[in-house]
T-cell receptor
Framework: DGGITQSPKYLFRKEGQNVTLSCEQNLNHDAMYWYRQDPGQGLRLIYYSQIVNDFQKGDIAEGYSVSREKKESFPLTVTSAQKNPTAFYLC????????????FGPGTRLTVL | GENVEQHPSTLSVQEGDSAVIKCTYSDSASNYFPWYKQELGKRPQLIIDIRSNVGEKKDQRIAVTLNKTAKHFSLHITETQPEDSAVYFCAASRGAYGNKLVFGAGTILRVKS
């Protein structure tokens, strides 16, 4: 999991602004995921991508967008349509769609001011 | 879709005692069950996982048991130590193409010395 990086570690956003969270991995993993974590709750899946140039909505995709132009990168944009974006965002990757083990990045804590 | 329930939400034990966390799942097609440990402000780290063709798996002080008939699985930590204090999450997945992990809400484990 040391091969997954997220930036920035902390991010502050004003209401009405879009922000993009970075996720990069050098593990040669095919699949990548974005989760949202709120205090006292588990991880909820926002989007996932099993292969380059393809991605699917998770359970809470509204107000978010992603792209997967490169195998190593899976950026997440939090749009102004996301009504309650303050949360801890975690990116993960796994070697492929038939391999279950997911490894997490260090996370980005987003706060809306 | 899959639903994972985790109990208890908080657990306090004395150092040296055992701790048990239980999860139930709803999708009988789920066949992969990982457990993650998350320290405050850090990324979740995989500590042990089990697949449906196995009933029990051990790794030093940690063990996981699976009852597919009853659709529940449990994490057992023996000889607890203060460094075991963290939030523990269970998850379930079908393990097939799609590979979405569904997480429980987490258990805060406090080991008192």
């Amino acid at each position: 999991d040391g091969g997954i990086t997220q930036s920035p570690k902390y991010l502050f956003r004003k209401e009405g602004q879009n922000v993009t969270l970075s996720c990069e991995q050098n593990l040669n993993h095919d699949a990548m995921y974005w989760y949202r974590q709120d205090p006292g709750q588990g991880l909820r899946l926002i989007y996932y991508s099993q292969i380059v140039n393809d991605f699917q909505k998770g359970d809470i995709a509204e107000g978010y967008s992603v792209s997967r132009e490169k195998k190593e990168s899976f950026p997440l944009t939090v749009t102004s349509a996301q009504k309650n974006p303050t949360a801890f965002y975690l990116c993960a990757s796994s070697t492929g769609p038939n391999t279950d083990t997911q490894y997490f990045g260090p996370g980005t804590r987003l706060t809306v001011l | 879709g899959e639903n994972v329930e985790q109990h208890p939400s908080t657990l306090s034990v004395q150092e040296g005692d055992s701790a048990v966390i239980k999860c139930t799942y709803s999708d009988s097609a789920s066949n992969y069950f990982p457990w993650y440990k998350q320290e405050l402000g850090k990324r979740p780290q995989l500590i042990i996982d089990i697949r449906s063709n196995v009933g029990e798996k051990k790794d030093q002080r940690i063990a996981v048991t699976l009852n597919k008939t009853a659709k529940h699985f449990s994490l057992h930590i023996t000889e607890t130590q203060p460094e075991d204090s963290a939030v523990y999450f269970c998850a379930a997945s079908r393990g097939a193409y799609g590979n979405k992990l569904v997480f429980g809400a987490g258990t805060i484990l406090r080991v008192k010395s």
